[in-house]
């Protein structure tokens, strides 16, 4: 019988290999800033700064519940907290990914990117002071932003960095396509994060730890590039490498010097991460017909009196459906009538959950009612919530004008809510202050001061997440009416004489 994680099926979609456009920014090269600003150690003590880590984290935890209206997570309970952990997922929403992995665990981790990320003037101090190790890709040299011998002593030092970090029992976020994208499947994987992965199990082996849990990570969104999206983070089975660590190499590296895992290592692993990481994502020939699915399984699971309640139900729904499809479990003969209803449900700006096995579903009430006060609950909170609008409409322009891609317009939402504490909030919260000590306590102005803006900051935080609340509440009444609209037209009828086929072939 056909397993529900879908690791027996056959992956049918075709290779998926866009040419994806370089950004301005990665062309711009600060060959002094990698040569001499970067923390690297080859000691296996992280070389960041374990406060600018305790710090950083709590801002993105800012963004963690300001970008996401539910997040869920699975699996991280079987990581090893005394193991090094490399964890390996697709990359679709910029850096949104690797912080979404960051929140939903416990591990101190050593962060690789593109060498701009590291050297720009807000992001880059942060990363540096937390560790971040750039690498220079091979797009780099081929386009001249680089030569091959800079890029080679950068990139050795970083992954001979990354290596011990992870052997010393901290954890390593990568992105095995090696950039960000918007498509509903893997691009190829590069050869970097297995030479990553293996010669951390090398440092972890010639210093006597244990091996690294190689874990693959599914990253589910709802829609990636969207403000208050579902977020749900899916750590999967470990990876074994413990076949495929090279003695040679565990030699080389404790001497301190990094060598290169045989090619033949190199490229089983990265089948063994293709095959873990392919089924874990959404691994569709485009988002119409992953959507599909999610129509076939919100109607059989309804059927079956057990609806979709959370986002990471409906992920292992669609990918069961997914899976008894390609294994003919499933008859593709209802994808047609699931393409139709999706399509009707995208034009009228719903999504699969507005339907269930009787149609179209009946509106509610209390959504209404939801709605009201949740409308006034914004209002209430805008004496506190205002002070979120300039850095939000900055970062609106920038996701919208970067050439960056569309995976980029959540991480410009990521860091308006993450830095804002720092950049912004203190454009108010120090005058108010100022006024405050002013007007009842001028002998104590400079004490004060600082004291009341740390003091408005939380009360910033928490007006902000109940006017996002009511900003949730007021969005379900838009779907709720845009609901109503289609189960009051024509297409009603049909949308039900296709959850009748669909039906009919479920049985």
Not at 129 to 158: C, M, W, Y
Request: proline fraction near 5%.
């Amino acid at each position: 019988m056909q397993s529900p994680s879908g690791q027996d099926v056959e992956r049918t979609s075709a290779p998926y290999a866009p040419d994806v456009e370089t950004s301005a920014s990665s062309r711009r090269l600060n060959r002094n800033a990698l040569l001499k600003k970067i923390r690297w150690r080859h000691d296996g003590i992280h070389p960041g700064s374990q406060f600018a880590w305790k710090i950083l984290r709590s801002m993105l935890r800012l963004s963690w519940y300001t970008q996401f209206r539910t997040r869920e997570q699975s699996g991280y309970e079987s990581v090893e907290e005394d193991r090094g952990l490399v964890a390996l997922a697709w990359h679709t929403a910029g850096l949104v990914d690797p912080m979404a992995i960051v929140q939903s665990s416990k591990k101190r981790y050593i962060m690789v990117g593109r060498h701009d990320l590291m050297t720009r003037p807000i992001l880059g101090r942060w990363a540096r002071a937390i560790g971040s190790q750039p690498v220079l890709r091979q797009r780099e040299i081929d386009e001249g932003t680089t030569d091959a011998d800079f890029a080679k002593h950068i990139n050795e030092r970083s992954l001979l960095t990354v290596a011990h970090t992870i052997a010393g029992g901290n954890g390593c976020v990568i992105m095995p396509e090696g950039t960000s994208q918007v498509e509903p499947r893997m691009m190829p994987l590069r050869s970097g994060p297995m030479r990553i992965a293996l010669n951390a199990a090398a440092a972890a082996q010639s210093s006597g730890n244990k091996l690294p849990s190689i874990r693959p990570v599914g990253l589910h969104f709802r829609t990636a590039w969207e403000f208050r999206t579902d977020c749900y983070v899916e750590y999967g089975d470990e990876i074994q490498i413990t076949d495929l660590v090279d003695e040679s190499v565990v030699s080389s590296l404790m001497d301190g010097k990094w060598a290169e895992p045989s090619r033949d290592n190199v490229n089983e692993l990265r089948n063994r991460i293709k095959d873990s990481l392919d089924m874990m994502t959404p691994d569709a020939d485009n988002w119409e017909e992953f959507h599909s699915w999610s129509v076939i399984s919100h109607i059989e699971k309804s059927s079956q009196s057990e609806p979709h309640k959370k986002w990471k139900d409906e992920v292992h729904g669609i990918r069961s459906v997914r899976d008894r499809i390609r294994s003919g479990e499933l008859s593709n003969e209802m994808m047609a009538p699931a393409g139709r209803i999706e399509k009707e449900l995208r034009l009228k700006n719903l999504d699969p959950r507005s339907i269930d096995h009787n149609g179209i579903k009946k509106g509610n009430t209390i959504t209404l009612f939801k709605g009201i006060f949740g409308l006034l609950m914004m209002i209430s909170m805008l004496p506190l919530s205002i002070m979120t609008l300039p850095q939000a409409i900055v970062a609106w322009w920038l996701g919208n004008n970067s050439d960056e891609g569309l995976d980029a317009r959540s991480t410009f939402h990521m860091m308006a809510a993450t830095f804002s504490p720092l950049i912004i909030w203190p454009f108010f919260t120090i005058p108010i202050g100022i006024w405050f000590s002013l007007c009842y306590f001028p002998d104590y102005v400079f004490v004060l001061t600082p004291l009341i803006g740390l003091f408005l900051m939380p009360f910033m935080h928490m007006a902000n997440m109940l006017f996002l609340i009511g900003y949730d509440a007021v969005c379900d009444v838009v779907e709720s009416f845009n609901r109503r609209q289609l189960r009051s037209s024509k297409l009603s009828e049909i949308i039900c004489e296709d959850i009748s086929s669909i039906l009919a072939l479920l049985k």
